[in-house]
């Protein structure tokens, strides 16, 4: 028996965007807990202002656009140089890409990731240094 895969549901009044994935084949998505999108914050990021993308001026990471469809640019500060890895966790926190690891000089950096070889979901970009983690939840969508 067959079943949907993915849960989408867009509530108006609320602005909100609710989003299941199946954990089976035999599961259908609508009865899982859903990762709930409130979309007046979805596109307003603290860190874009304007045309212009300001940088983050603490240990933190910021993906931009969010949700996006093909490639997603990762912003991030790293407050002191140091090896660093950037990766792309599935929803199950599964890693499914590694964007960077190496040594990078402290400052604003960013990344891209070309998404066009994974499936439609929910992913976590995850920056690690030695003694910091940051973690991104994005929205990829087809």
């Known amino acids: 028996m067959g079943s949907n895969t993915h849960f989408i549901q867009y509530i108006p009044s609320l602005n909100l965007l609710k989003w299941a994935t199946a954990p089976d084949r035999n599961t259908p998505a609508f009865m899982q807990e859903p990762t709930i999108i409130n979309l007046e914050e979805l596109f307003i990021h603290p860190l874009l202002v304007g045309s212009d993308v300001q940088r983050p001026e603490i240990f933190e990471i910021a993906v931009y656009p969010n949700p996006f469809n093909s490639t997603a640019r990762i912003f991030y500060n790293l407050q002191k140089s140091g090896h660093?890895?950037?990766?792309?966790?599935?929803?199950?926190?599964?890693?499914?890409?590694?964007?960077?690891?190496?040594?990078?000089?402290?400052?604003?950096?960013?990344?891209?990731?070309?998404?066009?070889?994974?499936?439609?979901?929910?992913?976590?970009?995850?920056?690690?240094?030695?003694?910091?983690?940051?973690?991104?939840q994005v929205t990829l969508l087809r």
């Open 84 to 136: 660093i890895e950037i990766s792309v966790l599935d929803i199950t926190g599964r890693p499914v890409a590694t964007l960077l690891r190496g040594i990078q000089a402290s400052g604003n950096h960013t990344a891209n990731w070309d998404s066009q070889f994974y499936p439609a979901g929910i992913y976590f970009v995850r920056l690690e240094s030695s003694d910091q983690n940051a973690t991104k």
